[in-house]
């Protein structure tokens, strides 16, 4: 698939605006793999990428990713900001610290996504800044003098994202997480029909900041063991925090990884809000589709699965060619909850 943001983002180099001399260290934020990477090719490339589906396909092009990079003093920093934009101008203020003074911030984003307020909030933290448009997209970029910076400003940038108690202190969450400040009526309704009779070994897919799993540890008392499936690593790490005072009471791991490639096993039961859309792009159903699918491998025989989803996605079909017995418990609100059984013998 083409990626019209990180096309954009090299133009500086295809065309020659930014010459960097072979050899430069570039901290590429929020990094996603394409062909286009091979502009980088006489550099030293150091990839930060939290979100496993993209870690996943970096590593595939033999490149080193690490969720959060400690080095610093880049001689260029480049930026594919989330929406999100308190996540997006941290990221931002970021990549000021991480580059060396009279190095260069290099950022990309889609028109409809907020590109004119990129170029804006770099601007207001180092000044002057130039840009070209592509693809329905916008690089903007400018060189850091560490003397002209808007250090307050960074400062209060940096911390934009940074975890912070949510929902009355119930949990620690963070923006930039899929409903961040509280809990999204899907996962609620998910969550009141689940009964108190769940046993055994069970896992969450795509646990968030852990507000089903809790719910599950907390309303079923024979579950013995809970592992929290994630593809972001900054969600994972908050739902271990958030899990902590069952931890020693029973077994839980955190387990960082692209649930669309499958999960371990076997379980007694699972439950998932899955995803259904990538950064605000049409509804995405092969996700989900591939959340049952994993689901369904991972699961002992007449192990059970609890899946809620918008009313309107096609689930139907994928859950009835790889279960046994699917029901619908709960409709409401848009939403729809459904219990699904893996044939006994299989």
Known sequence: MSDPALQTLLLPFEDGSVDLAPESRILFLRARAGRELATLRDHKLACEQSFAPDRDALEAMGLKVDAEVEASGFDAVLVLPTRQRQEARAQLARAVQKVRDGGLVIASAPNTEGAKTLEADLEALIGSTEHLSKHKCRVVWGTVDTAAVNQSLVLEWA??????DVLDGAFKSRPGLFAWDRIDPASRLLADHLPDTLAGRGADLGAGFGFLARTVLERAPKVTSMDLYEAEKRALD??????????????????????TKGIEG??????????????GKADRTDVGQNFIRAAARG????????????????????????????????????????????????
């Open 159 to 164: 911390a934009l994202d940074a975890p912070r």
């Open 238 to 259: 908050l739902a271990e925090e958030n899990l902590a005072a069952f931890r020693g009471k029973r077994v839980m791991n955190g387990i960082w990884s692209d649930v």
């Open 266 to 279: 076997p379980y007694d039961f699972l439950v998932s809000n899955p995803p259904f859309h990538q950064s």
């Open 299 to 346: 699961l002992r025989s007449g192990g059970q699965f609890f899946l809620v989803a918008n009313r309107h996605l096609p689930y139907e079909h994928t859950l009835n060619e790889v279960f046994a017995d699917v029901k619908m418990i709960a409709d409401e609100g848009g939403y729809k909850v459904i219990r699904a059984v893996k044939a006994k013998g299989k």
